[in-house]
């Protein structure tokens, strides 16, 4: 017997909300190690306190002299070197990642997993005072950094680069182009058109951990994702690091729903589930064909600030992954309202229409070449920025520029605008080379669900919609 699932996409200011549905990829359950409750102090050792510096850059994180080896903080030296650091308090186990990078560290053992290979310490990794404590120079080694130890001040200096021959986030396989630029080709053009990469990317994670085999391998693939276990500790901490952010509103959301009058045999597997919950912050909503609609889409407007207020039409799936994503910010140089009058913009068809254009001279980061032009508009207080495109290819891929811009002074004319847009994206999906994920015979989702054995899982329908408001302050 077919069950299928929903993936829903919704975006909003440069954004949008996407609704998955997947299966199971296993992944411990993880959290934040300073944050997760450890029993009384699990080592009586006695201690020395010491300095570690990698390149150039103290480490203000409290290492340790342990039997004449120094012993470092969880996050400290790993962070600092460009690693997601996750732990697993039942097993007591550390990830790091960085890239195509990977080291496993559990307490009380002397040995490491680097890349694979076990590196063999002489001492154990412990938990001190409720901090886990690594031994540097076996970790930091073996990735290659030359370590060197100072006896006089008891300081370590690391010093070198984590190397990475894959990077975590690479193209696909099938196209030198993004992931963002391989949807955009595939897009109808008859209109005006809008989609959140983020969105449709984090959408389809959701259903990859949730994947086997080909099923998973295809959704790997078009996304770029290398390392399914490296973008869901990417992930985690984007979702914690854009909440964080108070110079700009920028959120992102996901939600799991299960219809229990389409399946009432069938279940999300826990596993699948805490994943879910730990590295997406996603937790379960259990519906029924009277309430879904009125649910899901009160929580998509809920996350979006009521800019997208519907999202699904009817209640026929078997469960839905839900991701939305909100930003607002305002401009670093906002256009004066004053300024702004009416002017003709031609439309992809040829014709004119008078709107409102807003206007104002000021030093920007600008790009030009004979077939582009590019202008870097930052929101306040943020890194975050809009880029406004310009070029005789409309479909123009901007990566490349990105670091070939200088600042200048520019006069900007840009219309004031209020767009929506929506769409199925199925058969750009297929395109792209997700197909194995849409049939219902072969399609593999096992991991996600328990039920009956006779039951297979496919996606039956991925929907991304977007919003976007555009005036003077933002």
């Known amino acids: 017997m077919k069950r299928f699932l929903a993936i829903f996409a919704a975006a909003i200011s440069v954004t949008a909300v996407t609704a998955c549905a997947g299966s199971m990829y296993k992944i411990h359950q993880v959290g934040d190690a300073e944050q997760t409750p450890i029993a009384e102090s699990e080592v009586s050792i006695n201690t020395e306190q010491a300095r570690v510096v990698v390149n150039d850059t ?3 994180t409290e290492p340790m002299i342990v039997d004449n080896r120094v012993l470092v903080p969880l996050r400290g030296v790993y962070e600092q070197l460009g690693f997601e650091v996750d732990w697993d308090a039942e097993t ?17 053992n002397s040995d490491i997993n680097i890349n694979g290979n076990s590196v063999a310490c002489d001492v154990p990794a412990e938990i001190i005072d409720g901090r886990f404590y690594l031994p540097l120079r076996a970790s930091t080694e073996g990735f290659g950094l030359d370590v ?41 053009n008859d209109k005006n058109y809008m989609f959140s990469p983020l969105s449709i990317k984090m959408a389809l994670a959701l259903a990859a ?10 959704i790997l693939k078009v996304t ?12 985690k901490n984007m979702i914690k690091d854009y909440g964080a952010n108070t110079d700009v ?27 879910m919950s730990d590295y997406y912050e996603a937790n379960l909503e259990t519906v029924n064909n009277g309430n879904a609609v009125n649910k899901i889409n009160s929580w998509c407007a809920q996350k979006t600030n009521d ?18 994503i909100y930003f607002k910010g305002s401009w670093a140089n906002q256009f004066e309202e004053t300024a702004t009058r009416k002017q003709d913009f031609t439309d992809r068809n040829g014709k004119t229409t008078s709107i409102d254009f807003m206007h104002q001279t000021d030093r920007f980061e600008f790009y030009e070449n004979g077939d582009i032009k590019i202008l870097k508009m930052p929101y306040k207080g943020s890194s975050i920025a809009m880029y406004v495109v310009l070029s005789n290819d409309k479909r123009v891929d901007i990566t490349p520029y990105l670091d070939k811009f200088s600042s200048c002074e520019v006069s900007v004319s840009m219309p004031k605008f209020t ?12 395109e792209l080379g997700i197909e194995t994920a849409f049939d219902p015979y072969n399609a593999e989702f096992h991991t996600m669900f328990e039920g009956p054995s006779d039951f297979n899982y496919y996606i039956d329908k991925v929907l991304h919609k977007t919003y976007i408001d555009v005036n003077e302050t933002g």
């Open 58 to 60: 103290e480490i203000n």
């Open 92 to 108: 007591k186990t550390a990830l790091f990642v960085n890239g195509s990078n990977k080291m496993t560290v559990t307490a009380g």
């Open 148 to 188: 060197n130890w100072d006896a006089e001040t008891k300081t370590a200096y690391i010093n070198g680069n984590i190397k990475n021959d894959k990077p975590e986030e690479t193209v696909s396989e099938q196209t030198d182009k993004s992931f963002a630029f391989a949807v955009n080709e595939l897009i109808p």
């Open 209 to 218: 951990n949730g994947a086997e085999n080909e099923t998973r391998d295809q």
């Open 224 to 235: 770029g994702i290398n390392d399914l276990d490296a973008y869901n500790a990417k992930a």
């Open 249 to 275: 509103q920028l959120s992102i959301a996901n939600s799991l729903w299960l219809n229990s009058e389409h399946a009432p045999e069938v279940a999300f597997q826990k596993s699948y589930l805490d994943t």
């Open 307 to 324: 800019k997208i207020k519907k999202i699904v039409d009817d209640p026929d799936f078997l469960a839905a992954l839900v991701n939305a």
């Open 419 to 430: 767009t929506e847009y929506s769409i199925e994206i199925n058969d750009i999906l297929k």
